[in-house]
DNA sequence: TAGCGACTGGTTTTT
DNA sequence: CCAGTCGCTA
């Protein structure tokens, strides 16, 4: 617990400012490292403390359940006891929230399920069958994207079906968005664009709810604005409308979700719609080294579409940013681990000061397997989440059964987990029945089961053997949905594990068991935080926590363990070493990526931030070869255009893992040698480098013509010293990656990778 | 109905 | 390489 005057201390004056301005709206640049995060802390506690504002007045939204968490905990140590008022979180689980206790409005049942990924494809699926279209023609997927990408601006169905006009493709996807909208209403579930779909209709149809809460929150702050939604920025845009006092804060170099709808002109038009706005621009960088930042920076500079942000730092020089070219894949990851081993032998460094960044993360795979036979731990985020695995779905999907029975797809998914002699042709049967009674699948299956009992005929066209078999599972559902609402949560999950068979079905499974086991257990270790909670809320709080956690909030720092990470994943993060490897056209960028300018921009931007992670050291890598699918190999790979845009003067190239013994060897594991990596690099250079010389002439896209005075082969490249005239001077390159291009003679080979 | 083997096609990033 | 799908058999 602080004074307020304190919390200004230590602030520099654009810091200072932004903390200060509390009225009106304003907007926040916030470039990598300026210390964004303890502005937003303080700038909230300043309001409590400095100002008298209520944190039961503030609404904080946030990009990952995570950094809501840490500022409440920050916010805590501020402002002592009264902070738990504060409202923060992300838009997704705000939204959720809200709905929950005014969805009544929209006639939401307050007990609505909210779908995941998974779920969403699975009904999208169900939804072209009913359609009549075939899925192999409209890849459920694809379908799901446009509808999630309409769902993002607000249109629903007709509205796209206007827009549609001769598009086939848009006319069937708003067809089967038409679908999917009946699906989920008669499901009683919501995707995640519903929940801010549906938050933004009931503040515009219900003005007096909107009201209310523009009454409460006072105050608004949102941060990572340059990756939010149009929905998400009208519904803050809504929230704000009485007082204005609207705060957001973001930076467009930062902007890697436009891919989720994520649309940077939010920020970029933030002043233009509200033309009162301050805007403080926090530009100085207190994360790293100021080599990295240049390098960083120089990236960046090549993208057309920005806004200089004057971003500089008070930081030391540093190490130059360390280049390593591997032959393999494997190779590469064995450098990683290795030169982490070597950080933490020579420069005390620990592995857990250390994240890996990858643009895929199939791209870890390799890494991991570095790390077990040199017995590094490590931390891997994502990857197959834990909320995807098989075990926890079908486990989700008998509590989401339990809590809301009109979830025809939780059904569908259990119902022959284990298997219970209810196939397809039954299930489909049951279906179509029901639908044709206009009730939820389950609700037909207890009326097969009542009829049973009562020894009337059976109302679907079943086989007995199965009418037992859905008469035993309605039962058996039935009775653990009565005590859903009496045992708490965890009692509940074990005797669903029993009475469904599931725990049996998974212990005896031939596909790795007590893993799988181990999985649920640790779901029913989680399950128990909420046992506290009075019966229906407990599972409640389980479902909405299982459907809206990211991965990154599941993330914790551990002391002794690296961190693998996607470079997505990394954003707010900060290490003191960071490797990035895969620097390849085709990876990062990603290839998916090359077809439009804006795209390799937003690659460019997710570079960016993978390099302004770094606070001490940084280390890019790239393979010359790159496992395929099936080990095949696509052809050598080309080195990222990124690498050839940071400064030449920033970066060095490196051989890794080796100590100043040089005890490790560097070895790739099959008989490959750095050595060789050297003379692949010569050769991956291109003809023309072998035939460079001493004396040559050349000309640098940056320092003009020179004259090769020295050639030397390094570790892993062929570093070369130009003496540049017009009072350029000497200069050490790297044959590789300098834009370089030999001015006599037949070559019009540019020297650097494509 | 369930389980198995063969086959296909497809692969970014995630709240 | 992997997951999802298809068709066959018990």
């Not at 956690?549 to 996607?566: G, H, K, M, P």
């Not at 570079?607 to 790159?626: D, E, H, I, K, S």
Request: net charge negative; glycine share 10%; aromatic share 8%.
């Amino acid at each position: 617990m602080v004074v307020a005057a304190e919390l200004l201390g230590g602030l520099n004056p654009a810091q200072r400012e932004a903390v200060e301005t509390v009225e009106g709206p304003l907007l926040i640049v916030a470039g990598p490292g300026s210390g964004k995060t303890r502005v937003i802390t303080h700038r909230i506690a300043w309001l409590v403390l400095g100002c008298g504002v209520r944190p039961y007045d503030i609404l904080a939204m946030t990009f990952t359940n995570k950094a809501a968490r840490e500022m409440g905990d920050r916010l805590g140590r501020l402002v002592g006891g009264h902070s738990d008022a504060l409202t923060a979180g992300t838009f997704h689980s705000f939204c959720a929230r809200l709905l929950r206790r005014e969805g009544e409005h929209l006639g939401l049942p307050r007990n609505y399920l909210i779908y995941d990924d998974a779920d969403q494809t699975a009904a999208i699926k169900q939804c072209l069958e009913d359609g009549g279209y075939d899925p192999r023609r409209f890849p459920p997927r694809a379908v799901l994207s446009r509808i999630s990408r309409a769902k993002s601006v607000l249109q629903d169905s007709r509205v796209m079906a206007q827009q549609a006009q001769g598009d086939y493709f848009e006319e069937v996807c708003a067809r089967v968005y038409r679908l999917y909208e009946e699906l989920l209403g008669r499901n009683s579930a919501l995707d995640f664009d519903d929940l801010l779909l549906r938050t933004a209709q009931l503040f515009r149809e219900f003005p007096a709810v909107l009201g209310r809460y523009q009454q409460r929150y006072n105050y608004l702050m949102v941060d990572e604005f340059q990756d939010t939604n149009i929905a998400q920025y009208r519904i803050s845009q809504m929230l704000a409308r009485t007082h204005e006092n609207f705060c957001v804060v973001g930076d467009p170099d930062q902007s890697i979700y436009s891919w989720r709808s994520a649309d940077v002109r939010n920020i970029l038009n933030f002043k233009t719609d509200y033309p009162g706005a301050r805007v403080i621009a926090l530009g100085q960088n207190y994360r790293s080294t100021a080599t990295i930042l240049n390098a960083a920076q120089g990236l960046i500079s090549s993208n057309g579409q920005r806004l200089e942000n004057g971003l500089f730092t008070e930081n030391a020089t540093g190490l130059p940013v360390q280049l390593h070219e591997a032959y393999t894949e494997d190779e590469e990851a064995g450098s990683v681990i290795a030169e982490i081993g070597r950080l933490a032998r020579e420069e005390g460094f620990k592995p857990g000061d250390c994240a890996v960044l990858y643009r895929v993360n199939a791209q870890s795979r390799a890494l991991e397997e570095a790390c077990l036979s040199q017995g590094v731990k490590y931390r891997l985020v994502g990857g197959t989440r834990f909320y995807q695995r098989r075990e926890i779905k079908d486990l989700t999907a008998y509590l989401r059964l339990l809590y809301n029975q009109q979830d025809d797809v939780s059904l569908s998914r259990i119902i022959s987990v284990p298997p219970r002699g209810i196939g397809v042709k039954s299930i489909q049967q049951i279906g179509q029945w029901a639908a044709s009674q206009g009730i939820s699948m389950f609700e037909g299956m207890r009326r097969v089961a009542a009829a049973r009992e009562s020894g009337m005929p059976c109302p679907a066209r079943l086989a007995s053997r199965t009418v037992a078999a859905v008469a035993r599972f309605a039962g058996v559902i039935d009775r653990l949905a009565a005590l859903s609402q009496e045992v708490e949560i965890v009692k509940l999950v074990d005797l669903l594990l029993e009475e469904s068979g599931l725990r049996k079905h998974i212990q005896e499974s031939d596909d790795r068991p007590e893993e799988r086991w181990e999985n649920v257990l640790a779901y029913r270790a989680l399950a128990q935080e909420f046992n506290a909670e009075t019966p229906p809320d407990g599972l409640a709080g389980l479902l909405e926590r299982t459907a809206l956690v990211s991965q990154v909030d599941e993330y914790e720092e551990a002391e002794d363990s690296l961190t693998l990470i996607t470079l997505h994943q990394a954003k707010g993060l900060e290490f003191p070493v960071v490797f990035i490897v895969g620097l390849e056209e085709g990876l990062l960028p990603h290839s998916r990526s090359l077809d439009s300018e804006e795209q390799v921009e937003e690659e460019r931007r997710l570079c960016y931030v993978g390099m302004t992670r770094a606070q001490q050291r940084l280390y890019l890598l790239r393979a010359f070869r790159r496992g395929f699918r099936n080990g095949t190999t696509s052809g050598p790979a080309v080195a990222s255009r990124f690498l050839r845009e940071i400064p030449g003067g920033l970066v060095a190239s490196a051989a890794l893992g080796r100590g100043r013994a040089g005890a490790v060897a560097a070895d790739d594991g099959r008989g490959g040698s750095i050595r060789a990596a050297a003379l692949a690099a010569a050769a991956a250079a291109g003809p023309a480098a072998e035939r460079l010389r001493v004396g040559d002439a050349v000309r640098h896209r940056a320092f003009g013509e020179g004259i090769v005075t020295a050639y030397d082969p390094t570790a892993s490249d062929v570093e070369i010293t130009v003496e540049f005239s017009g009072g350029v001077g000497a200069k050490r390159l790297l044959l590789s990656y300098a834009p370089l291009e030999r001015l006599e003679g037949s070559g019009d080979s540019g020297l650097g990778g494509r």
